[in-house]
T-cell receptor, first 116, second 114 residues
Framework: ETGVTQTPRHLVMGMTNKKSLKCEQHLGHNAMYWYKQSAKKPLELMFVYNFKEQTENNSVPSRFSPECPNSSHLFLHLHTLQPEDSALYLC???????????????FGPGTRLTVL | AQSVTQLGSHVSVSEGALVLLRCNYSSSVPPYLFWYVQYPNQGLQLLLKYTTGATLVKGINGFEAEFKKSETSFHLTKPSAHMSDAAEYFCAAPPAGGSYIPTFGRGTSLIVHP
């Protein structure tokens, strides 16, 4: 596959479940991102990794736990979520060169999460 | 401070009419600007980007945007709307300070009527 892939595409979970979202990019990029997109709200940046190191945690609750084992893979581990966490979770990647400004992001199709 | 502002959460046009989606940016941001489009049940994809050089930027699907420094604007246009253009459009720019992490506008939903 090419581009940025995300699995699963849809996920329904109870508040006591533990699940993980997976993102994989085949573009040779070094930065990866998690975003949350809720209805009628702006796109929310959650986490950023650059060369496997977390560089941004945008005050995300600890029930969301990211993991970046290498530059191609990014996970979002979920546990004891709340109904308000229901949203589309988007993964993105970009090539960060010297300075890095100006590099566009490539997005996956997202995981539609519903928390019951 | 907000890097980009998109005016109008919804824009409605008739098929064949001009599309104009507005984006203004903070004058302190570096001159790198992006427009992304998100079709239903999909992720965002790049429509076009401005870095340096020509101020009129052409993108995919017949869209273009003009960088106007004097107005701090980067409005997106298309001469003739098609039903398939119905989507959410996002303007983005790096924040002041040179971070590689872009700031996105709140998005504008384009509705195209037959």
């Amino acid at each position: 596959e090419t581009g940025v892939t995300q699995t699963p595409r849809h996920l329904v979970m109870g508040m006591t479940n533990k699940k993980s979202l997976k993102c994989e990019q085949h573009l040779g990029h070094n930065a990866m991102y998690w975003y949350k997109q809720s209805a009628k709200k702006p796109l929310e940046l959650m986490f950023v990794y650059n060369f496997k190191e977390q560089t941004e945690n945008n005050s995300v609750p600890s029930r969301f736990s990211p993991e970046c084992p290498n530059s191609s893979h990014l996970f979002l581990h979920l546990h004891t979520l709340q109904p308000e966490d229901s949203a589309l979770y988007l993964c993105a990647s970009s090539l960060v060169t010297s300075g890095g400004v100006g590099d566009e992001q490539f997005f996956g199709p997202g995981t539609r999460l519903t928390v019951l | 401070a907000q890097s980009v502002t998109q005016l109008g959460s919804h824009v409605s046009v008739s098929e064949g009419a001009l599309v104009l989606l507005r984006c203004n940016y903070s004058s302190s941001v570096p001159p790198y600007l992006f427009w992304y489009v998100q079709y239903p049940n999909q992720g965002l994809q790049l429509l076009l980007k401005y870095t340096t050089g020509a101020t009129l930027v052409k993108g995919i699907n017949g869209f273009e945007a003009e960088f106007k420094k004097s107005e701090t604007s980067f409005h997106l246009t298309k001469p003739s709307a098609h039903m398939s253009d119905a989507a959410e459009y996002f303007c983005a720019a790096p924040p002041a300070g040179g971070s590689y992490i872009p700031t996105f506008g709140r998005g504008t939903s384009l509705i195209v009527h037959p």
